[in-house]
């Protein structure tokens, strides 16, 4: 296919912003801090609990949401940690997108709840030591966050 047939093609898939917002709960055990991640998807893959932003909401207290309903917590926010930009596409509603996602994450402190009151879409939460978690998560820039939260709660 000749260069400028694709570039056409690539021009009539529609782009849209996301905005989606989660957490890196953390809660300090006697053993060190543990970081509650999430299994989603076939293959399962972990991850930080995070989701949209609702019309309406502010990316903290989707954040805030987005852990309750995904990993079963209730957190209070201590800090931003970033915000994470990607690309992606996907067909929706039988059309194909390109999506330009915004993901803010931020540090959040355990209060209460438990892993296991997590919601149909996540296959299991669970708690993980810090280190583990940034090596079994699934996503480079997630890893990235993980790694902020180290240098953060190690002031």
């Given at each position: 296919m000749p260069r400028h047939a694709m570039t056409k093609a690539?021009?009539?898939?529609?782009?849209e912003?996301?905005?989606?917002?989660?957490?890196?709960?953390?809660?300090?055990?006697?053993?060190?801090a543990e970081v509650a991640l999430i299994s989603v998807g076939k293959p399962a893959r972990w991850q930080l609990p995070k989701g949209l932003v609702d019309s309406g909401e502010t990316p903290d207290i989707a954040a805030l949401r987005e852990?309750?309903?995904?990993?079963?917590?209730?957190?209070?926010?201590?800090?931003?940690?970033?915000?994470?930009?990607?690309?992606?596409?996907?067909?929706?509603g039988g059309?194909?997108?390109?999506?330009?996602?915004?993901?803010h994450f931020f540090l959040m402190e355990y209060v209460s709840g438990d892993v296991s009151d997590h919601d149909h879409e996540v296959n299991e939460a669970r708690w993980f030591p810090l280190a583990d978690a940034?090596?079994?998560?699934?996503?480079?820039?997630?890893?990235?966050?993980l790694e902020k939260v180290r240098v953060a709660i190690s002031r």
């Open positions: 690539a021009m009539k898939i529609p782009t912003t996301q905005i989606s917002a989660g957490g890196a709960v953390v809660r300090h055990q006697e053993t060190g852990v309750r309903e995904e990993a079963g917590l209730v957190a209070s926010i201590t800090d931003k940690i970033e915000t994470v930009e990607y690309w992606y596409q996907a067909t929706s059309r194909r997108a390109r999506y330009h996602k915004f993901v940034i090596e079994t998560i699934a996503f480079k820039s997630e890893r990235g966050v």
